[in-house]
């Protein structure tokens, strides 16, 4: 069984790459039947899965790390990876069709089945540095999508808003597993679980879970991080109903249930996910009711579902969790069926604004179907199982405790706006006054059709029969949930109670908003000024105020001045060298030894002598000359301290310097004295002293240490009988060193090289 | 004297800092050329100074005397000194290239080719604007 956890990943990986390299002709049937096939390898798992047995695998790994890089698939990651090869296997059908032309379709299909293979990595990793490489790699091809069509301004606008809101979310996820797995002593996320104690005990566990919240919230779109999901329906539509509705967007979600079984006692935890989950769904409510184009209808209705599902991860458990599950499955149909009918709508009358359209069922009747069927489960009906999922729901709240009635009277107005919108995507876009549009519309082919259709039967199946839906998938998600096993039978009939009760209040509250729904819209529409105080609004800020400070520390660090470039390397080189000296205590003044002065101390007078002239030199030639003293008293140095090699080399080198130097100034303008300002001679003299003072201290604080000889008494032993050499200075650079010689004369090769061809470079310059 | 070139050293350091930065590229160059044998005169003195025989073994004799120079500072300055002229060598080619190409010798005329506006079209960075949502 191993198969359905690795074969689905290795499916999608390999589709990626040949998917990218196939006729654009063939890229969406070959992605379908990709995305077909994972979904019955995993269609497979079911019974095994359903049993309570989790299938493991493993297929990378840093053991040196403690990185496990397991794969699990338990009943919450399984009722994921169907969702999403299921429903992937659907929209690639529908982009077939709804891209029909279009030559980057191969692209399109590679993206797509990269983001299908990371959402299937991401939701069966048992192993928080897996999650994470996956995690991200989705918020990669969301980027590609939003933007994909990327010669529109606001598409690569709005595909920069989600890569920086959900990879800044990202960044604070890895800092919170980071934390998380080092409390647990693990990266298995079974391991975290089983180590729960610890990780709450950490001292940094609250900022470790605030951490991971915020990297989820981001990915969900929670208040106030949602306002990038709307922006986000740039997208292509199919990219719109897979990523931001069905899928990526729901990765967040996925993540808190999958650690809930760590925090679910936790009070900050459990308060933290509820009220920002309520406010989310408010929020979300609240701005679909302002919309008239579709899409962004449905991307805020998202956010209120996705606000509803981490709110019922808050409440503390009992029914919440099989609410929250059910409620996952039930918006995944019907929100991925609206996005393709919206699609499909935008596609046939070449628009997507709501009140303008209408009566669109006389000429789209199996259209309408769809989205009658996926609207009647969104606005909670029976015998659909929104309707299950609703009372679920309500019914969640109402033994919440302390906070219920603020979460239904909340969840209350969540649901009738929700009926309302779904009566104007189904009642009124299909069977109202009909109005005129730029395109004559018609039913598209099977291939669009099916997508909506199949959601909402499935929709009405599993409100037919809910408790097969509820021993099969439900209840084994919502026990990874809980981290104990759940017994929960569903049923559409409740009897008499007063959920029921609800549930008709909720249902004449939505049509009331449904009838105002025009009205309800100028008005909030015209609170649009209260957006200046918006999340969006913020972003804009930060982002308008980051790039000018990035231009000016670019600028003040790369300034483009060679002189400040040295400044800065020496000051910071001898402060460095000072500093350390003073701390450690390396600062040690010498004691002048008594007696006759050695005769050689007329080499460090005449090195003196000829650096200080150089630099009071008035003429080049001076200076040039004082540095040669400086070069030959240090030759002188070397003779008399044992080290005629060293001498002969400097004669020579300084020579040939004097040479080389000459032949360079024939072109050079000696004349004309380029002056520093009197400041800048302060600040150059001070750096200068830095450094000379740095380097006498460095040396003395040499000097005052006992001399360890082992080094050199080695070569001086070995020299004769281990290379038969008895200048030792020269067996330690053909011998014992040679190869580090060998690189040296690399080096002066290449330099030598890179003289002649500048050179040569002048000589054509000059004569061209 | 061990304690007299610690200072010399130190002295043609802070020369040398001095004149690399200089405006005039030149007198950077000779600064450089300063820096280095400082910098070999720090290595060599790190052996210690003092005996004046020269690190090579008697005839006869298995092993360097006692009172022979420390070899393996000797051996390390040595490729330094090589080196230091590699580098010296072209750094003066450079110089003379910039001065064609640019026709300057001053550090602080070299900044403005680093300017963004001075740049050739094709690596220029784009503006940073925003756009409309």
Not at chain 1, 44 to 55: D, K, L, N, R, Y
Not at chain 1, 234 to 239: E, K, L, Q, Y
Not at chain 1, 651 to 666: K, P, R, S
Not at chain 1, 717 to 737: K, Q, Y
């Amino acid at each position: 069984m191993i198969t359905s956890v690795l074969l689905p990943i290795g499916l999608g990986a390999a589709a990626t790459v040949a998917a990218m390299a196939m006729p654009p002709r063939l890229a969406m049937p070959f992605a379908t039947m990709v995305a077909a096939a994972a979904f019955v390898l995993l269609l497979w798992a079911v019974p095994q899965v359903a049993g309570g047995a989790a299938i493991t695998a493993s297929f990378w790994g840093v053991p040196s790390l403690g990185i496990t890089g397991g794969l699990s698939l338990d009943g919450l990651s399984l009722l994921f990876a169907l969702l999403i090869t299921g429903i992937g296997a659907l929209v690639f059908l529908y982009a077939g069709s709804y891209l029909h032309d279009d030559p980057r379709r191969s692209r399109f299909a590679a993206i797509v089945l990269m983001f299908m293979t990371a959402m299937l990595g991401a939701v069966m990793a048992d192993d928080v540095v897996t999650l994470f490489i996956f995690w991200e790699l989705t918020s990669l091809a969301s980027f590609f999508l939003v933007g994909f069509d990327h010669e529109k301004a606001t598409a690569r606008r709005a595909a920069l808003q989600a890569l920086l809101v959900t990879g800044g979310g990202g960044l604070a996820l890895l800092a919170g597993l980071v934390l998380v797995a080092a409390a647990a002593g693990t990266t298995a996320i079974s391991g975290i679980i089983a180590a729960r104690e610890a990780v709450l005990a950490a001292p940094a566990a609250e900022a470790a879970m605030i951490l991971v919240i915020i990297g989820c919230f981001a990915k969900s779109a929670q208040v106030p991080l949602h306002f990038w999901l709307p922006n986000a329906m740039a997208a292509p539509t199919p990219v719109s109903a897979y990523l931001h509705s069905a899928t990526m967007v729901k990765l967040g979600v996925y993540l808190l249930a999958r650690l809930n079984p760590v925090y679910l006692e936790h009070d900050l935890w459990q308060g933290v996910l509820t009220w920002f989950g309520l406010a989310t769904a408010l929020t979300g409510a609240f701005l679909a009711l302002r919309e008239t184009d579709l899409k962004r209808v449905l991307a805020y209705t998202t956010v209120t579902g996705l606000g509803t599902l981490v709110m019922l991860i808050g409440i503390p458990p009992a029914l919440s969790a099989t609410a929250a599950i059910v409620f996952l499955l039930v918006h995944a149909f019907y929100k991925a069926a609206l996005f393709l009918v919206a699609g499909i709508v935008d596609h046939e009358t070449g628009m997507r604004d709501a009140s303008a359209l209408g009566g669109l069922a006389r000429v789209m009747p199996i259209t309408a179907l769809g989205a009658v069927l996926a609207a009647l489960s969104m606005a909670g009906l029976p015998p659909f199982v929104g309707f299950v999922a609703k009372e679920l729901v309500y019914e969640a709240k109402l033994e919440s405790g302390d906070a219920a009635g603020l979460l239904v009277a909340g969840g209350f107005l969540v649901n009738a706006a929700m009926v309302a919108i779904a009566g104007v995507l189904s009642f009124r876009l299909f069977f109202a006054r009909p109005r005129p549009t730029p395109k004559a519309p018609h039913d598209p082919g099977w291939a669009m059709m099916t997508g909506p259709l199949v959601l909402g039967i499935l929709g009405l199946l599993a409100g037919g029969i809910p408790s097969l839906f509820g021993s099969w998938l439900v209840n084994p998600a919502a026990a990874a949930l809980l981290g104990e096993s759940v017994r929960v039978d569903l049923a559409l009939w409740h009897g008499f109670s007063p959920l029921l009760v609800l549930s008709i209040a909720t249902v004449a509250m939505g049509v009331g908003l449904y009838l105002a729904w025009e009205r309800l819209g100028l008005v909030l529409r015209s609170l649009r000024q209260l957006d200046r105080f918006g999340p969006a609004r913020a972003y804009d800020r930060v982002l308008g105020a980051l790039v000018p400070a990035a231009a000016r520390v670019t600028g003040m660090v790369q300034h483009g001045s060679l002189r400040d470039y040295l400044r800065t390397l020496f000051l910071v080189a001898s402060l460095g060298a000072l500093i350390t000296l003073a701390f450690r205590g390396g600062i040690s003044l010498p004691s002048v030894e008594a007696g006759w002065p050695d005769p050689r101390i007329f080499v460090p007078i005449l090195l003196i002598a000829g650096a200080v002239a150089a630099v009071l030199a008035r003429t080049l030639i001076a200076a040039i000359m004082a540095s040669g003293l400086v070069g030959f008293a240090t030759a002188v140095l070397f003779l008399v301290n044992g080290a005629p090699d060293l001498a002969f080399t400097q004669f020579a080198v300084e020579t040939l310097f004097v040479v080389i130097l000459a032949a360079t100034l024939v072109r050079l303008p000696l004349r004309g004295r380029l002056p520093r300002s009197p400041r800048d001679r302060w600040i150059d003299a001070s750096i200068a002293g830095c450094a000379g003072g740095a380097m006498t201290l460095l040396l003395l604080a040499v000097l005052a240490t006992p001399f360890d000889p082992r080094l050199s008494v080695w070569f001086g032993a070995e020299s004769v009988p281990a290379a038969h050499g008895r200048n030792v200075v020269n067996v330690i650079l053909v011998d014992f060193r040679a190869l580090d010689t060998l690189g040296e004369i690399t080096v002066l090769a290449l330099a030598a090289i890179a003289v002649l061809a500048v050179l040569r470079s002048i000589r054509g310059e000059t004569r061209a | 004297m061990e304690i007299a070139v610690a200072l010399a050293t130190g002295i043609v350091t802070g020369c040398s800092v001095y004149l690399v930065l200089s405006r005039h590229l030149i007198r950077v160059a000779i600064g450089f050329v300063l820096f280095s044998t400082a910098a070999n005169i720090a290595i060599f003195l790190s052996g210690r100074l003092g005996p004046m025989a020269p690190p090579v073994v008697e005839a006869g004799a298995g092993a360097l005397a006692a009172d022979a120079a420390n070899p393996l500072p000797q051996a390390l300055v040595l490729t330094a000194i090589v080196i230091g002229f590699g580098l010296v060598a072209f750094t003066l080619v450079l110089l003379l290239k910039g001065f064609i190409r640019l026709g300057t010798v001053d550090a602080d005329d070299l900044r403005e080719t680093d300017r963004p506006d001075n740049a050739p079209a094709a690596v220029r960075p784009a503006e940073p604007r925003r756009e409309a949502a």
